[in-house]
């Protein structure tokens, strides 16, 4: 755990090959400050730095299944579609105006936060959907967090090409949840 170090770049971690759970929030990390990362890494929790765009130096973390990027500074998620064992996604409290297409390649993602982020209905770099169509039908998401988005209401994303995808496979949950015990988590996106 390298947890609040005031850490503004991370050394060669690569020898760690047995590495599972890297810890390296509330430091002072920057784009192009994590040098190389043990592909054994899980799980990574780099919330609470200063990174602007998606860290690319992740892209090797073939295992990784968790990523935690909160209450950083970023704007893109360029590269995010390498890590294709991702099945949590943390992007809460950055200034993300739109998920990349490039999300169609976390075929096992189940869960995305996007909580305070500043997304609006319509996509910024293309003339489509701020969220795309691919994240509801290439993937198994069944858990979106938007809360916080004042630019998108839970009418907006009801409109979204592919929404019934994701709200029969969320159904299907539901039901099993139900059957199996209690349901704690009834919010549609967070934002109803």
Do not use: W
Not at 21 to 42: F, H, K, R, W
Not at 121 to 134: L, N, T, Y
């Amino acid at each position: 755990m390298i947890y609040s170090c005031k850490l503004t770049s991370l050394p060669d971690l690569s020898p760690l090959n047995q590495l599972c759970d890297l810890q390296a929030s509330n430091n002072l990390l920057e784009n192009g400050g994590l040098d190389l990362l043990p592909v054994s890494i899980i799980k990574c929790d780099l919330s609470h730095n200063r990174f602007n765009t998606f860290p690319i130096e992740l892209v090797v973390l073939s295992n990784l299944k968790e990523l935690t990027l909160s209450h950083n500074r970023i704007t893109s998620l360029e590269g995010i579609g390498h890590l294709v064992s991702l099945t949590h996604l943390y992007l809460d409290h950055n200034q993300l105006r739109e998920v990349p297409v490039e999300v169609r390649h976390l075929k096992v993602l189940k869960l995305i936060s996007l909580k305070y982020n500043v997304i609006e209905k319509d996509a910024v770099s293309s003339a489509g959907q701020s969220i795309p169509a691919e994240l509801f039908l290439e993937t198994i998401v069944d858990h979106i967090n938007l809360e916080g988005n004042t630019g998108l209401t839970k009418a907006d994303v009801l409109k979204f090409e592919g929404i019934d995808a994701f709200l029969e496979r969320r159904q299907k949950g539901k039901d099993k949840t139900l059957y199996g015990g209690a349901l704690t988590d009834f919010s549609l996106f967070g934002i109803d």
